[in-house]
């Protein structure tokens, strides 16, 4: 158990609808970071939160946004669903800035776009 | 681009056998590389390596980087049914923007 948790663990959405997944990091971690992992594939980095603010991202368009909250916890927002937005989201929180550059994933939540 | 691939894709040994994971990977700004076990849903962190040579070592499985050929393996000996998993490299790049981009997994079945 990394301490990392996601909710909610499964969501069913329509084309078009927008969508909002929840992330709290591990305690003493100050860093979030976001993946989309397709079926069969290795997850794919969508954008990094560091003190509340983006700290990179990844080739995903500006409907993928995000936030981090002065707990370190984070949201994931995806607007105007597409049937390709289908999959596993992972969170993994870190602690950037000492040398902890290992990323601890939480369960993940399932998204299934009809 | 950065890009990460594994080899073999999949395979299928018996209970006792050792095996071998493939990670080969071409990224800017290289910072680490990772090993991670996904079973259903959550990757779990195996090994971090960052200098060339050293091995690390957890109980039946090591791992070792090779930062002037690009690549690391992951042995796993004397394997049990419980290693059945998805097996990810990941490598870490990039200043204070740090990302892993991943490879897409070598799925291991071990058989009783």
């Known amino acids: 158990e990394t301490g990392v948790t996601q909710s909610p663990t499964h969501l069913i959405k329509t084309r078009g609808q927008q969508v909002t997944l929840r992330c709290s990091s591990q305690?003493?971690?100050?860093?979030v970071s976001w993946y989309q992992q397709a079926l069969g594939q290795g997850p794919q980095f969508i954008f990094q939160y560091y003190r509340e603010e983006e700290n990179g991202r990844g080739n995903f368009p500006p409907r993928f946004s995000g936030l981090q909250f002065p707990n370190y916890s984070s949201e994931l927002n995806v607007n105007a669903l597409e049937l390709d937005d289908s999959a596993l989201y992972l969170c993994a929180s870190s602690r950037l800035g000492q040398g902890g550059e290992t990323q601890y994933f939480g369960p993940g939540t399932r998204l299934l776009v009809l | 681009e950065d890009k990460v691939v594994q080899s073999p894709l999949s395979l299928v040994v018996h209970e006792g056998d050792t095996v071998t994971l493939n990670c080969s990977y071409e990224?800017?700004?290289?910072?680490?590389l990772l090993w991670y076990k996904q079973e259903k849903k959550a990757p779990t962190f195996l090994f971090m390596l960052?200098?060339?040579?050293i091995e690390k070592k957890s109980g039946r499985l090591s791992s070792i980087l090779d930062k002037k050929e690009l690549f690391s393996i992951l042995n796993i000996t004397a394997t049990q049914t419980g290693d059945s998993a998805v097996y990810l490299c990941?490598?870490?790049?990039?200043?204070?923007?740090?990302?892993?981009?991943f490879g897409k997994g070598t799925l291991l079945t071990v058989n009783p």
């Open positions: 305690s003493g971690h100050n860093t």
């Open positions: 990941a490598v870490g790049s990039g200043g204070s923007n740090y990302k892993l981009t």
């Open positions: 990224v800017t700004n290289f910072r680490s």
């Open positions: 960052t200098s060339s040579g």
